[in-house]
């Protein structure tokens, strides 16, 4: 049966009992839209593409529809007009020669007396734009620029976005009517403007240059938003107009960067919404979190980048998830740069290793990594060592060789360097890489004693390991035999730098190796001769 | 064509990676290739959007709130269902998946006055519904 109006057909699909059967339907259903288009029945039109529509949400072949989309554009009627628009968006991509004729519609609609109609070729343009069609009408996306109606100028801001990231070239074009609307004291038509700017300062840097005289500006902006009371019309719980906010402190971040004039000029309306804005909800602290990755890209003052720290310590105890998860995100960051101050938040990070969330656990490790250092090796290394027996399987194999790096580089004295590494091996489920990593390690530097020494005990008693899986390390396992193994520890054996310690502990690990099924007759011969020749040694 | 393909396996990829995850232990946050996802549930609805790796995922929280405000919102609901809304207080209780699924051609209607380009094109809700109504008038 053919179903005479789209609700028609979403009920008949929605009763369809399998998957078969709203196959079958479908494919009829299209056919015989397809043979209504060939008869030209422009009463039929609305609700054929209307249908095919749906037909394609669900994931079907509909393309065959996108001239009878043009003709309704072309429809004097509002509603087809609106339909064909967004089938237009739905079905065309920018690659097709359909585009052509897309371009003129939206070119006439653009000039169309009725607000509601340019909406409509606006909204189209900015979603579906080519780089032809961007050429083709900046001009008159520029000219819209300047309308003296709102709903045209936002639109057209976003429309000017499509037309900058498609061309970057065309970005000066823009540059004046963007300063204009820098101004506007409507603030759909300010968001999308900053929208815009956002994107043409990152694509130009002449465009940089040009927008970083608006600074002042974008700070009284904020500074209205931040001291008005109550504003209905733009409130989210409490605050105003939280997206505006948003992407002004986004564009202030890209203009204060590498310029100390800029960031001196901002600072003081920063400090305000860090200190000001309310914390106890998701709102606000998008504003904060915003405000604070400002701060850490400009050319804060010191002070200004300790308060921006602190907030994301204080995110890190927030009891939602989300928030916890910015925070650990962030610090990441700029571990590297503000050390001493994401160190004042260990602990809080520690206690993260034991979120429920393993993407915040992971976080919160590769951030524990990073603040270890010669004070506090002891300390962390132990509460890593307790987390790795609770850790995630897909944890161990990235913390035990964490670990032993931060070991050795870190190690008070000798001896804790080798109960460490001895801890994580007893507590890792996975020793191959530890074994392979420590094998390479000696075979490159065999001066470091206690690298040795861990590196020997090391290979002597996972010398299986070794030989079964080879050297995981490398991107292909590289294949090490017992000859391999032996000839390090006999190099060892043999250097200047070898004690009686090392001695020791070579002469036990030969042994071992020489003791498992793994050995060949040859090396165990060899290892045999060179302990008789020690048995008499001290 | 290809593309029809890629906006499904897109849609199917996206579905596994969020539908199961933990609404108390996981944060609404998921990496996605090279962009992240952000969502939000309402009761059986999954709200998407994909950003960039440096956008700002809680203000895009609070954005998938307000296009739901205001799909919820009095007069949109009457656009959807065709009747006045008996609690025009509440919002998005009332409206259901079935709603939106008869009414998708509105849905996107709706969405196209608060998103553009990608990007948040208007953020008071009586602005948003303001224009709705006079585009329905010229249906």
């Known amino acids: ?14 009763a369809c009992k399998t998957v078969a059967d709203e196959r079958a339907l479908i494919k009829q259903e299209s056919a015989a839209i397809r043979a209504s288009f060939r008869e030209e029945d422009s009463y039929a039109r609305h609700n054929n593409v209307a249908k095919l529509l749906y037909i394609h949400m669900l994931g079907s072949e509909a393309h065959f529809g996108q001239m009878e989309c043009l003709k309704l554009v072309a429809s004097p009627r509002f509603g087809d007009k609106r339909l064909g628009y967004l089938g237009i968006m739905l079905l065309l991509d920018e690659s097709q020669e359909v585009l052509t004729l897309v371009t003129n519609s939206l070119k006439n609609d653009m000039n169309h007396a009725n607000m509601y109609v340019v909406g409509l070729a606006l909204c189209t343009f900015a979603d579906i734009a080519s780089e032809e069609m961007s050429r083709d009408l900046a001009n008159e996306i520029e000219k819209l620029l300047g309308s003296s109606n709102t709903y045209i100028r936002k639109k057209a801001a976003l429309c000017a ?102 960031s001196e000029t901002m600072n003081d309306i920063l400090a305000q919404v860090a200190t000001n804005t309310d914390s106890t909800k998701n709102v606000g602290n998008s504003i904060l979190y915003e405000t604070v990755m400002t701060v850490l890209e400009i050319e804060a003052d010191s002070g200004l980048r300790v308060m921006a720290i602190n907030i994301l310590g204080k995110f890190l105890g927030n009891r939602d998830n989300n928030i916890r998860y910015v925070a650990l995100n962030t610090l990441n960051k700029v571990v590297s740069i503000d050390t001493n101050a994401v160190q004042r938040h260990r602990n809080i990070i520690l206690d993260c290793l034991r979120d429920g969330d393993i993407s915040i656990r992971r976080r ?3 951030l524990s990594y990073a603040l270890i250092n010669e004070n506090n090796v002891r300390v962390l290394i132990r509460e890593l060592l307790a987390f790795l027996e609770v850790a995630d399987d897909e944890f161990k194999l ?33 020793f191959a890489y530890t074994a392979s990593k420590l094998y390479n390690a000696l075979r490159s530097d065999i001066s470091q004693e206690s690298l040795t020494l861990a ?84 | 064509m290809e593309t029809q393909d890629l906006q499904v396996r897109l849609r199917g990829e996206v579905h596994r990676l969020v539908a199961p995850r933990d609404q108390k232990y996981q944060s609404n946050f998921v990496e996605f290739r ?9 009761a059986g609805l999954f ?7 440096n956008d700002n995922e809680l203000a895009y929280l609070e954005a998938i709130h307000l296009f739901v405000e205001v799909l919820g919102m009095e007069y949109a609901l009457q656009l959807l269902w065709c ?57």
């Not at chain 1, 061309?167 to 820098?182: E, G, Q, R, S, T």
């Not at chain 1, 409490?238 to 948003?246: A, C, E, M, S």
């Not at chain 1, 670990?403 to 109960?419: G, Q, V, Y």
């Not at chain 1, 390390?473 to 390090?488: C, I, N, R, Y």
Request: aromatic content about 8%; hydrophobic content about 40%; glycine content about 4%.
């Open chain 2, 83 to 139: 009747k006045p809304n008996p609690y025009p207080d509440s919002f998005f209780d009332n409206v259901c998946e079935l709603d939106l699924v008869f009414n998708f051609y509105k849905v996107y209607a709706i969405l196209d006055e608060v998103f553009l380009a990608g990007e948040i094109e208007e953020t008071s809700k009586d602005v948003v519904l303001a224009r709705l109504e006079e585009l329905e008038k010229l249906e």
């Open chain 1, 1 to 14: 049966m053919v179903y005479h109006n789209l609700k028609a057909l979403i009920k008949g699909i929605r």
């Open chain 2, 47 to 53: 709200f998407c959007v994909c950003v960039d790796a």
């Open chain 1, 364 to 366: 919160a490790l590769e």
């Open chain 2, 34 to 42: 090279n962009h992240k996802i952000v969502y939000r549930r309402y």
């Open chain 1, 398 to 430: 990235g913390m035990t060789t964490q670990i032993c790096l931060a070991a050795e580089r870190f190690a008070p004295n000798k001896r804790w360097h080798i109960d460490s590494v001895l801890r994580v091996l007893k507590l890792a489920g996975n």
């Open chain 1, 455 to 538: 590196a020997t005990w090391v290979i002597g008693e996972y010398c299986e390991v070794l030989l079964e899986q080879g050297l995981v390390d490398e991107e292909t396992p590289k294949s090490v035999t017992d000859t391999d193994l032996v000839d390090l520890l006999i190099s060892v054996l043999d250097s200047p730098y070898a004690n009686y310690l090392t001695r020791q502990f070579v002469l036990t690990a030969i042994t071992k190796i020489s003791s498992r099924p793994t050995a060949s007759a040859s090396q165990q011969e060899r290892i045999q001769t060179l302990l008789a020749s020690y048995t008499t040694s001290p």
């Open chain 1, 161 to 262: 976005l499509r037309v900058v990231k498609k061309v970057p070239d065309l970005a000066d074009h823009f540059v004046n009517k963007a300063k204009n609307l820098l101004a506007d004291r409507n603030h759909g038509v300010l968001l999308t403007a900053i929208t815009l700017v956002i994107e043409m300062v990152q694509s130009d840097s002449a465009c940089l240059e040009e927008f970083r005289n608006a600074v002042p500006l974008l700070v009284r902006h904020l500074k209205s938003l931040v001291t008005t009371g109550y504003s209905p019309e733009h409130d989210v719980s409490g605050i105003t107009d939280p997206f505006l906010q948003v992407k002004i402190l986004r564009l202030l971040r890209l203009l204060g960067k590498n310029d100390p004039q800029a």
